[in-house]
């Protein structure tokens, strides 16, 4: 399907964030969900609920960072570019994201999927000597497909599925994974420590050829 391609800008609010003082106490543990880049960066689910770290009315006013509602999607703009996640809860950012408040047109799930798609193209926006670094201008400025609005639900329903199989499918061979090295632990033990004092031996005596490897001519 041949979707308009639409600036982000034209289809959502890009909001950025902002770190209270430190060194000031009153700015810090109140009751304001406040997030960082590494709190999105390991996350089982696309929404994040909770925050480990609070602010104040007060810091909230000084730091001047934004109030985000729940549904906006959260995208860190540096260290590293392209971590994605959706707000679950209302809650407010460092400055190390920019973040998508979707419009009335705007699925919040089709916005994460298609951010998370096109994330490999905004890394190579950034700019920055130290660390690259996103501008809420090109975040703003970049384009992406927007599809009616049920198509666009439909297309999320999809990628969510999708993404159960792939998790699904990455515990499984994890779990394989951990049964394979407790069997042979159990069976053969640790074979650098070799507690159940096998027999030691060098590798030629156990094969019949050692070879190398070739490479085609021609």
Same mark, same amino acid.
């Given at each position: 399907?041949?979707?308009?391609?639409?600036?982000?800008?034209?289809?959502?609010?890009?909001?950025?964030?902002?770190?209270?003082?430190? +060194?000031?106490?009153?700015?810090?543990?109140? %009751?304001?969900?406040?997030?960082? $880049?590494?709190?999105?960066?390991?996350?089982?689910?696309?929404?994040?609920?909770?925050? $480990?770290?609070?602010?104040?009315?007060?810091?909230?006013?000084?730091? !001047?960072? @934004?109030?985000?509602?729940?549904?906006?999607?959260?995208?860190?703009?540096?260290? $590293?570019?392209?971590?994605?996640?959706?707000?679950?809860?209302?809650?407010?950012?460092?400055?190390?994201?920019?973040? /998508?408040?979707?419009?009335? +047109?705007?699925?919040?799930?089709?916005? @994460?999927?298609?951010?998370?798609?096109?994330?490999?193209?905004?890394?190579?926006?950034?700019?920055?000597?130290?660390? *690259?670094?996103?501008? *809420?201008?090109?975040?703003?400025?970049?384009?992406?497909?927007?599809?009616?609005?049920?198509?666009?639900?439909?297309?999320? !329903?999809?990628?969510?599925?999708?993404?159960?199989?792939?998790?699904?499918?990455?515990?499984?061979?994890? /779990?394989?994974?951990?049964?394979?090295?407790?069997?042979?632990?159990?069976?053969?033990?640790? $074979?650098?420590?070799?507690?159940?004092?096998?027999? *030691?031996?060098?590798?030629?005596?156990?094969?019949? %050829?050692?070879?190398?490897?070739?490479?085609?001519?021609?």
């Amino acid at each position: 399907m041949n979707w308009p391609m639409v600036k982000l800008k034209d289809c959502c609010q890009v909001v950025g964030g902002a770190t209270p003082k430190r +060194n000031i106490a009153s700015y810090w543990d109140g %009751d304001i969900p406040w997030i960082t $880049p590494k709190d999105v960066s390991n996350l089982d689910e696309p929404y994040i609920y909770e925050a $480990p770290e609070y602010i104040s009315s007060a810091g909230y006013k000084a730091a !001047a960072t @934004y109030m985000l509602p729940a549904g906006t999607v959260l995208l860190t703009s540096r260290a $590293p570019i392209g971590n994605v996640a959706i707000a679950g809860i209302e809650l407010c950012t460092n400055q190390g994201f920019k973040s /998508l408040i979707p419009g009335q +047109n705007v699925h919040s799930k089709y916005l @994460y999927h298609c951010i998370k798609k096109f994330v490999p193209q905004l890394e190579l926006l950034g700019n920055g000597a130290t660390f *690259k670094e996103v501008s *809420k201008r090109v975040v703003e400025d970049f384009e992406i497909p927007l599809p009616p609005l049920e198509e666009q639900k439909r297309i999320a !329903a999809i990628l969510d599925k999708a993404d159960g199989v792939r998790q699904k499918r990455e515990q499984a061979i994890k /779990l394989a994974d951990d049964f394979l090295r407790a069997t042979f632990l159990e069976m053969f033990g640790d $074979p650098v420590g070799n507690p159940k004092g096998w027999k *030691k031996n060098k590798i030629k005596k156990g094969v019949l %050829d050692i070879t190398s490897g070739w490479s085609a001519i021609g």
